[in-house]
């Protein structure tokens, strides 16, 4: 069975402090796939990235940074400079090769001016 | 811009009522997925196709759901007679299965239902 855990339900910040959600997965599979979604307040899921079981190389993307971690079964996600528009429910979500997504309880994120 | 698309965005209705939802998948998609999200539950998988053949629906309460995907470009769910615990928001997602396994899924902005 598969799971994700993502420990902090709520996060609060002020603008431009940098915050980092937190992400741990549980899979007996060898060959995986994580993912970070992105749920603003219109509700809609927006992908933000994919990493493979086998690639730990970490990854940046403007702000957004991501820190997958093996041996702690840990994919991490850091914004930094956070920014108002930043304010949403962030998932973490697991799938095999093949199948679908196993989502995390999501960590919502409040970006106050 | 391709998108995966879902009609309607709402729905109030009342309990007993059969609801209907659609999902058009991103063009060239072969794996389509249904979520519903609550509160309570959070994201769950309902069902999902490849190339259009149920492969997963465990997810679903048959007694009163089914899905199906009369073409390649059109997913329905239907609940009926519908109860107000199905209330949620229901998200399709579209994704492209090969060799290397399946491939990101990209969702729809949802059916928000509300059964009275």
């Known amino acids: 069975a598969q799971k994700v855990t993502q420990a902090q339900t709520e996060i609060s910040v002020v603008e431009k402090e940098d915050v980092t959600l937190d992400c741990v997965y549980e899979?007996?599979?060898?060959?995986?796939?994580l993912f970070w979604y992105k749920q603003p307040p219109s509700g809609e899921l927006v992908f933000l990235i994919r990493?493979?079981?086998?690639?730990?190389q970490n990854e940046i993307s403007g702000r957004y940074s991501w820190n997958f971690q093996k041996s702690t079964s840990s994919f991490n996600f850091t914004i930094t400079a956070s920014q108002v528009v930043d304010s949403a429910v962030y998932f973490c979500?697991?799938?095999?090769?093949?199948?679908?997504?196993?989502f995390g309880g999501g960590t919502r994120l409040m970006v106050k001016p | 811009d391709a998108r995966v698309t879902q009609t309607p965005r709402h729905k109030v209705t009342e309990m007993g009522q059969e609801v209907t939802m659609r999902c058009q998948p991103i063009?060239?998609?072969?794996?389509v997925f249904w979520y519903r999200q609550t509160m309570m539950q959070g994201l769950e998988l309902l069902a999902y196709?490849?190339?259009?053949?149920?492969?997963?629906d465990s997810g679903m309460p048959k007694d009163r759901f089914s899905a199906e995907m009369p073409d390649a470009t059109l997913a329905t769910l239907k609940i009926q007679p519908s109860e107000p615990r199905d209330s949620a928001v229901y998200f399709c997602?579209?994704?492209?299965?090969?060799?290397?396994?399946?491939?990101?899924?990209?969702f729809g902005p949802g059916t928000r239902l509300l059964v009275l």
């Open positions: 196709f490849r190339n259009r053949a149920p492969l997963d």
């Open positions: 063009l060239g998609h072969n794996t």
């Open positions: 899979t007996r599979d060898t060959t995986y796939y």
């Open positions: 997602a579209s994704g492209l299965a090969g060799r290397r396994g399946q491939e990101t899924q990209y």
């Open positions: 990493r493979n079981s086998f690639d730990e």
């Open positions: 979500a697991l799938s095999n090769a093949g199948n679908m997504l196993t």
